[in-house]
């Protein structure tokens, strides 16, 4: 049987997910080691993995590039993980910080979510519009995002929407 604060964290992060949580600053204590165990034991792969491969099937079965279809995909941890930086972070234990995280994302050196790449590329590949769309500013982070997505691979998509 799971433990009280295992099945609290699952549920918080169910919440999450769902953006049915409100107004939390940070992951409560008891769950910090559940997010790190979530993004580094390999069930996070998995998830990401899972939903590529639903989308590699529908690109396979009726999708058409018949220029009526337009594909948005977000930029954070979504194209670009900041894994890095939440590890960091401790995972969220920490108060977000406006000013880490810029001069995180400054340094352009978000790696690619590999998943998601192969996604991207597989509808570059059958002539699909791309969107990349994120709350990043465009006016302070807008060239290393530009140069950060380049040089992973996110190349050739219609328009990057910054905020």
């Not at 977000?74 to 670009?80: F, G, N």
């Not at 699909?128 to 996110?154: C, H, K, P, W």
Request: charged share 20%.
């Amino acid at each position: 049987m799971a433990s009280p604060d295992a099945c609290f964290c699952l549920s918080w992060r169910m919440a999450v997910e769902a953006n049915n949580a409100r107004g939390w600053r940070t992951v409560p204590p008891q769950c910090v080691g559940h997010v790190e165990r979530y993004m580094l034991g390999g069930q996070y792969g998995s998830d990401v993995a899972a939903v590529a491969d639903q989308i590699a099937i529908y690109l396979g079965g009726s999708a058409a590039a018949d220029g009526k279809d337009a594909w948005i995909l977000d930029v954070d941890d979504t194209c670009l993980s900041n894994l890095p930086y939440y590890k960091e972070k401790h995972f969220g234990g920490e108060p977000y910080d406006s000013r880490a995280y810029v001069s995180w994302v400054l340094r352009g050196a978000c790696p690619a979510i590999p998943q998601v790449l192969g996604v991207y590329r597989k509808l570059m590949e059958r002539g699909f519009q791309v969107f990349l769309v994120t709350g990043r500013s465009e006016d302070v982070l807008g060239a290393s995002t530009v140069e950060n997505l380049a040089a992973q691979g996110f190349d050739g998509h219609h328009r990057l929407i910054m905020r």
